[in-house]
């Protein structure tokens, strides 16, 4: 690390938005007593208004452009805390930039709360120390495990990244089951052996539902540490775990998208699994992709990265077609196992019975009456997803949102009691009426299915099968998920009903049959992402059938997708298997009509109690955008290089509400604004966002670079 410059002002980064400060790290003064101890990197208490915060020295200066009175000093440093390396903040800098936010709003969410809490003045022993002490690697599997041998396309793949030196990307395509994790597992082992103290990092998307994974990656790597960062550890472990991450006791980070921002000293390789999940683009506070961030963070420490998946992103794939990143694909199942067959059933005609075709209701009678699984599919929890009044038309609308309140089944009891409505969008519960609130009608019916009423029906349709449900109401309860999970591999399931949990990973030996019972959700959605998440999600269920290696059972192995529209082009790729068709005619389609990756976006979001409140802000916003275009903006031709503002590389689009509009009793508007290239994109948004600011509005806003819902 080189040495910190000398100087008496330390520029501090705190946890506060920049939208209401403007300003992104503050100045405090080193009392000579501190002057020996701040460094770059380093923790500090300072103080903020009437209290104490925990900040990071981001810089130190020899001057301050605050009137010198007016700085106050530091109040300690936390000299048992790590000195953060400039590699990390180099990363959050770059975060910081390129979403937009302060340095803090980066910075400080990324450390644990235990860790940023400013010590009690009399606290015995540092949180730091406690943390130190507290650290216990994942444990290992009971039984040690033995890599299988990899098959001729996993050991090309693997040659490949053994050979990659310095940064690079590189896209592992496996069709699902093509044993994509052991390609990343011994590679990572490679590097270690490679690297004496050298780090590696593993990006899941959901790690609470499958805590298996770190025991069998520790099983793997015996001789080091494994750190598990993800938002679901308890505050205790996950200070423990980050902090022997950032001090390279941890040789392998195992975690969610938060962990891109753990600070690895020695970081020497990256695996991002699913690269395509949604989960890793945060939904609140910094709305940062952890992918994107992962390959930043590769680019600038000049390590190789793998992003693995069987349906990758489109803006993935594109990359990789134009060559920027290398493609390896694993186009077949480990052990020569073929794909199932996937079949279409039209529903349009049928009498269905609990939402099944008489084709699917077959179906699974054949599976179960050879002892195979079957695994029904929907995409919605909850018993019912609206509750309606036949008299009157009412329907269980949420009193805070845009959406209907869903029918829950919460007890044993019979009767009303035993049920809920819950929005899920905001939360909001209440019981069940029991007459119609417009007109005093009592017979109020469900419409529709959702996992618990599918659940309900199958036992009807199936009496004395075991069935087993895994959604996240089920998931809810700690430990339940992987009961369930444990019970399928066991054989003590016969059907698994279920939402995309069931989809992830996990591999069921004896199942023979998916049914996706509503499958065409994503085809007319005003999201133009919905069919490319549509795909994966199928793709992905589809994948849990026929996995064992016995080759009969594999041959008998089907998909059945239900559609009301049977000759949509999606379902064609889907039953081919053929993601590559899928994904260039999905990109061609962009190209045309100009969506990303070809072009780039932002999103401003505003919210306001009502409407029109919303829509003045954004109203706004656009005109000082465009005057900002026209020259005239002050503040804005001074930031930015006036050529790229003028430019008609930059598009705002007219203000309009959300598809969701009222949500938790706020109604909600977006602005689009729109690019050629990232490079004007951004010297526009840098230069608007002080504009933001100065306007007058009760209305709260956020911007989101690189939008994955619109
Ligand atoms: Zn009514
Ligand atoms: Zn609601």
Redo the contacts with the bound molecule.
Sequence with gaps: MPDTPPGSFARVAIDVPIVHVGASLFDYAITPEFADAVRVGSWVVVPWGRGRRVGLVAERSDHSEIDTARVRPLVAVLDDAPVLPPSWLELVRFCADYYHRGFGEVALPAIPKLLRTPPAPKARGSAFARARKRFVAAAAAEVASTPPPLNDAQIAALDVLLAANGFGVHLLHGVTGSGKTEVYLHWLSEVLARHANGQVLLLVPEIALTPQLATQVAARFPAHSVAVLHSDLADGDRAAHWLAAVEGRARVVIGTRLAVLAPLPALAAIVVDEEHDASYKQQEGVRYSARDLAIACASQRKVPIVLGSATPSLETWFSARRGRYRLLALPERVGGARLPALERVDLRGKTLRCELAPASIDAIAEALGRGEQALVFINRRGYAPVLACEGCGWLSR?S??S?F?VLHRVGAARGPSKYRLV?H??S?EQAVPRVCPDCGNVDLEPLGRGTQRLEEGLAELFPGRRIARLDRDVARTRGAAQKVIDAAHAGDVDILVGTQMLAKGHDFRRLTLVVAVDSDGGLFSSDFRAPERMFATLMQVAGRAGRDPDEAQVARSRVIVQTRFPDHPLFGYLARHDYAGFADQQLAERREVGLPPYRFQALLRAEAPVLVDALAFLAQAKQAGESLQAGKGPQGLARASAESLRDDAVALLDPVPMAMTR??GRERAQLLVEASARRPLHAFLRAWLPALRDLRSSARWQLDVDPLEI
Aim: charged content about 20%; some cysteine.
């Design positions: 949420c805070e949102c959406a309140r929005c969008h905001c909001a949500l938790a």
